[in-house]
């Protein structure tokens, strides 16, 4: 998402753009995003300063860490960014801290349910279905 500075007015802008996840490099081999980045982006400038507030929002799916279930979850982040702008300087790229913002909130577990009671560790029947033979 390029923002040209030169459209920045005293009293800001809003910007909203949809982002590709794919084009962000954001899908790995557990997410993998059903639906474009949502961003609203409110811009103001001071002297040589741009600051930018994103909003954030989309889906995506994974699986569970317990039950291996395929679950589909929202992704909601807000964003404040500040960049320092050369004179000379037409356009600022968020991109890189947009990716860089999601990745680092991806989560190391995913669970479809608090109490998700996972997989019998002798036969694999997914317990949440109801009891297996082996315990």
Known sequence: MKVEISRITSDGISI?????????????????????????ANI????????????????F??????CLKEIQLPLKRHLRLNYQVMNNQQFIDLDEDIREDIILSYSLRYLC???????????????NEGKCNCI
């Open 44 to 59: 103001f400038k001071i002297k040589n300063v741009v600051s930018v507030e994103l909003e954030i929002e989309s889906c």
């Open 113 to 127: 349910s608090p109490d998700c009671l996972g997989l019998c560790p002798k036969c694999g029947k997914n317990l």
């Open 16 to 40: 909203e753009d949809s982002l590709d996840a794919e084009e962000l490099d954001l899908n790995t081999s557990e997410i993998k995003f059903v639906s474009p980045l949502k961003v609203n």
């Open 61 to 66: 799916h994974t699986s569970c860490s317990r």
